[in-house]
């Protein structure tokens, strides 16, 4: 069990509209229980509630195996295949004082067991997804250490994988040196995007088939994790002299990170940070091109809070962690994007993690 964040999950709770929250199998509950449960279709999850009592409810099938888990520091209740699950969970809600109440549900929460158990009882479910985020929104030293060496070792792979960027190679193959680099230098969790040419004008392209060719834009996004922290980030290279759009472009988007991390600092307005990348792009009238958010949290999970974009009114605090990864995509032409993580760090300055050159790289 993950104590220090079940206590502070209790401490969130206190502070929130939520008399409970509730955690079916995923990510979160995996972080705080330290054991992965399967998800299907059968309700189960793990009920924090604010006064500090825990319960689980699950089929009876999980019983042995959670009991093993839990260890009896936490209550489990049992339904069967035969019983009605609502009727059994009215009955548990009841027991555990949460009729009446709000609760907070995690996002793997699955949205047909939560209506046929609010058709039961007047229970009111709502969104806890923020609340769980902010339970690890601000980073221990220990995570920012691991942090810093996950960076670290993605930058040396950066290092490596120029080696075997040639016309003839396919994305397959520099998306396999890429995994299998980062879990032989110690990282684990590996994860890559390889998109030539117009694949990198899609995000989140994800198809390995394209080969190179002797002039080719080669975007590379790529991370993992080290104690449990990922890394994340992207270079874009090419094959061959990039044409003066393409160089102009690059110089864009470069512009575009360098001085949107320039505004990174403790107390500092997350909105601002998104709209100053966004203005440098749109010098060249492409701001419109960065279809996405300027950046997102980075931590236990490769996605999480905070989101740096204009409708997250929040401001930068000690311990943050997040990418900046401005971007130029025109879809089936061209894209381009430079991701750093950076974290606003013990002295409330930003600090960027990847070190690799962000000057136009030609091989």
Known sequence: MNDLYLNKLIEKLKESD???VLLSPG???????????????????LFVKADGGMFYICNLLYKDELDAVLKNDIRVYTWFDGDVM?????????????????????????????????DKTDVIFKNGKP??????????PEELKNLRKSSELVDKVFEEVLSIIKPGVTEKEIGTFLLDKMVELGGENPECIVAFGTNASYPHYIGDSAVAKEHEIVLMDYGCTVGGMYSDTTRTVFIG??????REYYELVKRANLEAEKLVCENAYIPEIDKKAREILDENGLAWTLVNRLGH?????????????QSNPMYLKKGMAFSIEPGIYLGGDIGIRIEDVVIVNEQGECEVLNKTTKEIVVL
């Open 18 to 20: 939520f008399d409970a």
């Open 27 to 45: 990510e979160e509950l995996t972080f705080l229980i330290d054991y992965k449960i399967m998800l299907c279709e059968r309700f189960q999850g």
């Open 86 to 118: 609502t009727d059994v969970v009215a009955d548990v809600l009841k027991q555990e004082g949460l009729l009446g109440k709000t609760i907070g549900v995690n996002s793997t929460a699955q949205s047909v067991n939560i209506l046929e158990i609010m």
């Open 131 to 140: 609340l769980l985020e902010e339970m690890r929104i601000i980073k221990t």
């Open 241 to 246: 002299e990039p044409t003066k759009r393409e």
């Open 297 to 309: 949290g980075v931590g236990y999970t490769i996605h999480e809070a905070p989101d740096i974009k």
